[in-house]
Structures are given as structure tokens and as C-alpha cells.
């Protein structure tokens, strides 16, 4: 297999994301539902609220009982019922009478507005429950009106969407007990390199402790994907394209780390051609992640990912991330890009687009995006605190403290912050 004149990130990105078509539907519970993506749009099928109700604890009244009222010569009302809320008052409410009402109950039949429990002063007379009102009432006043909230009919969420708390609220309010989504794209991850120990054994001399397959693993799961990690290779030619070719037919996507750069035991090319694959590209004009290769096998992705861990982690987010989280069925399956300034100074030539790893935070009305740890693709240890992608674009150099810059958001969690403001002014609702 030649290796090609580099293509743009870009376009690696559009030949990758030709191959991705949502998964299959799947219905499940509301309970399981959250952090899939949902497969129809969701409709109102009635008004929220579905019917006039009280937004306080007090008295249903009629507004026009209370035309004359002040507090010299407070109005007498009749106390009729009481009702909480998933109560009704079966009556009709009649003049200069009132209904005791808690907050989430229907309004009374005959009533147009509510006060508030503390505004009123309640009274026994003769024996009677009454209340002194002490000022009119606005018709129409405290009422949550039937379809304030939603309208029947209206489009809440459309399918692609992801679903979050606020969408699992939207989906109780309808009846959603079975949730249509898009099942989760099952992803293998294998991880190649004789060198390789497990997490479990102690360091021997020339051997490294395997971070990447546990790395890929997370990275799928927060894609959207449902990770199996399937084990390691150790550089044996045949042994690891059996393992391979038969580890395809039972995944949707297959995820591959390290041999994929031109070493006597780079084995992932070799593999690649044996089995009649496609490759859509193996080389990147991009830093870290050059070599991140993407090959097709009936139908199915295999993206053979740099063994490098800063390289690994890139080509995963900007290659694997978008295909997986739109297999997952998201509407916009790509990461945000934004803008911040600089933390510290970033001063080399930049030949081919590059993407560093950054910590993005918030400080004086500012997000600030630091370069994080030494840029190469072979470290570990820039990626615990990495929230972004810092973008320094081919043709580039010189790069100083506080200059404007692209960046890719990978987690919108973990971005330190002062809680915009809110601890320094004290503001509160
Ligand atoms: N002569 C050339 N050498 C290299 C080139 C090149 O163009 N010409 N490209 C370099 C670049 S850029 C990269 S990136 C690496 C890519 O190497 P591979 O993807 O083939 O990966 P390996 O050789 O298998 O391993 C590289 C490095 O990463 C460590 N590694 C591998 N797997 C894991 C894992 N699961 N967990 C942690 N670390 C892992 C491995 O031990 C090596 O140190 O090639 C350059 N060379
Ligand atoms: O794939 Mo290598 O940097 O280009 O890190």
C-alpha cells in the first residue's frame, strides 16, 4: 500500500463522514434513554399545561367579587371547598364564594383569578370558613393558563437531538414510556505493539503499560458509541490479521491503535491490503496524527489510529468522534468550534495544520486557552487536562500570549470558571 501525498484534515474528515448512516431504531425505556440520540421528532400531542391552574397556595376567586374590596372594608367570601393539586372542585363557583386552592390545582369552575394565602385574612363566621380580601383582583390574575407553556401541536425536539435531562422531562410530559433512539454503534477497540503490558503488570525493561486501548475505549463511549475492548496484538503478521478480519464481521466499527507508520513491524497496512480494504486515506498533512489511516471493508469504517497517544487521542476526535457520534444518530454529530486568547506564548512553524492540546478556562471575561505540556505526539501526559484543541493552521508561526485563536471544544465539563461572575457580584435568579 503506497503511502499518498497528505490529504487536508478537511477533506479526510468529508471521506470519512460519507460512510456515516445512523444505526437502527431501537425503542427503550425513559429510564435508559438518556445520552442517546433521539430517532423522530417530538410533538406536542396536548397544551402543557393541559388545563387553567393555580400557580400559588391561596383562594380561587371571582374577580369581580372583589371590585369594592380595601382594607377599611374588607370583602367576606365563603370558603365553598378546599382542593390540592390532582384535585377538582365538582361545583360551580358562586357569588361571593371561594374555593381554598393549592398550588397545581384546577381553577374552579365560575373562578377567573387566585390570591395568594398570605394576602388574605382568614375567618370563622358563625361557625363558617371565610376569608377577608382587602383589595380587588384583576381577572386573570395568578392563573397558569392552558398551553402557556407548550402549545399543542408544536415541534419541541427534533430527531437527531441528543437526549439530555431537560429532553427526558419533555418525554415524561408526553408519555414516552418507549423512547424511539438509534442504537448505539457497537466499536471494537484493539490495540497492536509487542510492547505492550496490561494495566495489571509491573513495568519491565523495554515494555510500556498499554494507555491507549483504555484511552479509545473512553473516547468511544463519550462519542456515542458502545465500546468492546477486544484485546491486544503483538506484532505476528497472520496472528493479528485473523484477529482482525475476524473481529470486523462482529463490530460496527473497528478501532485500531499503532503499526500504521512505515517500521518493520508497522503491520496495519500489510492488514489493510490483505483484507481487500479501501483505504479512503494513510496520511493526514496535520501534527500530531499524520499517520491516521481509514480504510472501508464492506460497508464497515476500520480507522487505524496512530500508536503515539497524543496522536491516538487527535485522530480519535477529529476523525472517530464526528463518524461515531453520527452513527449514534446526532443531527450535528461535530465538536464546537470557538474562539479564545492565547495563555502562553506558542512560537513554532507550523508546516502542516496543527492541534494542540489545551486547557480552555474562564478568567476576567476572558477564556483563555493554555498549551498544555511538551507538543509531541508521543506524550501522555498534556491529555488529563485537555478540554480543546487548540487549531494553528498550516503556513503559521509565531504564535504569542493573548493572539486570538480557533479551538475545538472536546468537553464543555472540566472548563474551570468563575462561575461567569456569579461568586465575585453575588447575583442571584
Ligand atoms: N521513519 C519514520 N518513522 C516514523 C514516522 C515516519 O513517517 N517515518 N512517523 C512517526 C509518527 S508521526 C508517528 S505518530 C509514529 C506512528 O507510529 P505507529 O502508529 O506505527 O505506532 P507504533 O510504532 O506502534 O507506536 C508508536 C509509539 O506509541 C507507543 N504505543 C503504541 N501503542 C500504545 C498503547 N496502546 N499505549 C501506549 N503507547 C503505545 C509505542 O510504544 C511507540 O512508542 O511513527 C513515527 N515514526
Ligand atoms: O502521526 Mo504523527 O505526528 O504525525 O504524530
Redesign the pocket.
Known sequence: MLRRNPIKIREAISRVMEFAEPTDIQYLSLLEANGYYLAEDLISDHPVPPFDRSPYDGFAVRSRDTLNASSKSPKLLKVVGSIGAGQIFSGVVGADETVRIMTGAKIPEGCDAVIMIEAVKEVDVDGEASIHVRRPIESNKNISFTGEDIEQGTTLVESGAYISPGIIALLATFGYNRVPVRKKPKVGVI???S??LDVDKPLEPGK??????YMVYAQTMRAGGDAVYLGKLSDDFNESFNFIASSLSEVDVLIT???????D??F?PGILDKLGANVLFNKIGMR????TTVAEKDGKLIFA?????S??YVGFELLARPFLTALSGAKQPYLEKTTAYLGADFLKRNPFDRFVRGNLSYNKGKFIVTPLGLDK??V?SSLAEANALIVFPAGTKGYRKGMEVEIILLESKGISTDLFGMEEKGEGD
Open positions: 490495540v497492536t505493539g510492547e505492550l510500556i503499560r498499554n494507555s491507549n486501548g491503535t499503532g503499526g500504521v507508520s512505515v517500521g513491524f508497522d496495519m500530531p496524527g499524520s499517520v489510529l496512530s500508536g503515539n497517544p496522536a491516538c505526539s508521543s501522555v
